[in-house]
């Protein structure tokens, strides 16, 4: 390979890693933005919530906690995830969270609040397109949902009792 080659190559790895870079920077920002944000939630919201299994709850604009699943859904009813190999870094990781733990992403609020802007039903909508690669509040629910199933081996109701508890005190 010539060096002129060989500087080509660099450029393409360098340019990735700034890509990279940049995504988690978003992320990290938007982490850093939510803590920031006070939203009151009333503590009778969960009760309501667990009240009509297999069927999205859709949450009032007044409501904090956004719509999701009680229950998990029939997998067979879920729209499919896009492939996590369109995408590179943490999104790809997030994409790949989606697809393997699909019944619980549904049973998960997106606190980017997609619901009210994009007629979203749950977390797993962000990533049935490819709005949750734009999206650091989606990436960073799915990693963490993915880890507490994974690693701790909650189920869906104790993750989503977490993830209310830590994005309704942003």
């Known amino acids: 390979m010539n060096k002129k080659g060989h500087r080509r190559t660099l450029q393409k790895a360098s340019m990735k890693n700034k890509i990279a870079l940049a995504f988690i920077g978003l992320f990290l920002l938007a982490l850093g933005i939510g ?22 709850t859709t949450q009032s604009p007044a409501s904090s906690v956004p719509a999701h699943y009680d229950a998990p859904p029939n997998p067979v009813s879920l729209k499919p995830t896009l492939p996590s190999e369109k995408f590179i870094g943490v999104i790809k990781d997030a994409y790949q969270a989606a697809r393997e733990i699909p019944e619980t992403l549904a049973q998960l609020p997106c606190y980017c609040h997609c619901d009210r802007s994009m007629g979203h039903k749950s ?48």
């Open 123 to 170: 977390l797993h909508s962000c990533f049935e397109d490819d709005h949750a690669s734009h999206c650091a509040v989606c990436v960073g629910e799915a990693l963490t949902a993915y880890r507490l199933q994974t690693e701790r081996r909650l189920t869906g109701a104790q993750i989503r009792d977490r993830i209310i508890a830590q994005y309704s005190q942003q």
């Open 35 to 56: 803590t920031w944000r006070q939203v009151d939630r009333p503590s009778t919201d969960i009760a309501k919530q667990r009240s009509a299994p297999q069927q999205a």
